[in-house]
């Protein structure tokens, strides 16, 4: 794995450090919200499987009671380096309604993927709805989207790591790198 990566472009202090600023800024917000007491209830909607390192330490970051449900988002099926458009692979679960939903995606590109998220939360009529990406690559959306956190911009290259993919593969690197393009 490791003779496949070119660049680092984020390391892992770095992440550490932002994943804790955004987990301040998520209390913060929903504290104002009224929606970070002990009764009130917080749904963290991951989008697989990109997302899964950022929420497992966003989530230690976030001193709340919150629920998981995963939510199954198709864009770049296999090898492909370009969103062919986002579907959804299964129904979202039907209890975000009336509850305080964070939408937490590994990377805003296209924005297709966000877009179709928040669109189906939003009909199910959550009291509060927020959305949190670590990366973002400005210039690049389709949709008219904005995060309401984004860990970082970074340039429009393709990247792996922290759970970001290239054909299922290097989501274990603990790092935002390039892949070098013999392995691509
Ligand atoms: P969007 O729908 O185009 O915004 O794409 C979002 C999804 O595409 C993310 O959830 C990622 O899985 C994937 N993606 C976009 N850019 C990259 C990248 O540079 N590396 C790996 N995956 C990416
Ligand atoms: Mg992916």
């Given at each position: 794995m490791l003779r496949d990566i070119e660049r680092v472009l984020i390391d892992r202090a770095s992440i550490d450090r932002r994943v804790d600023e955004l987990g301040r800024a998520i209390v913060a917000d929903l504290a104002r919200d009224?929606?970070?007491?002990?009764d009130a209830e917080l749904v963290i909607v991951p989008i697989l499987t990109g997302a899964m390192i950022l929420v497992a330490d966003l989530i230690r970051h976030l001193p709340l009671k919150l629920r998981l449900e995963l939510a199954g988002v198709s864009s770049y099926p296999g090898t492909s380096m370009e969103s062919k458009g986002a579907s959804m692979k299964h129904d979202l679960p039907?209890?975000?309604?009336?509850k305080h939903v964070l939408i937490v995606d590994d990377i805003l590109d296209s924005g297709q993927t966000l877009d179709l998220v928040t669109r189906l939360v939003r009909e199910m009529k959550p009291a509060s709805l927020r959305t949190c990406v670590l990366l973002r690559k400005p210039g690049k959306a389709r949709v008219n989207f904005t995060p309401d956190y984004v860990g970082f911009d970074i340039p429009d290259e393709f990247v792996v790591g922290y759970g970001l993919d290239y054909d299922g593969y290097?989501?274990?690197?603990p790092e935002i790198a390039t892949l070098r393009p013999e392995a691509r």
């Open positions: 009224g929606a970070a007491g002990d039907p209890t975000l309604g009336g290097y989501r274990n690197y």
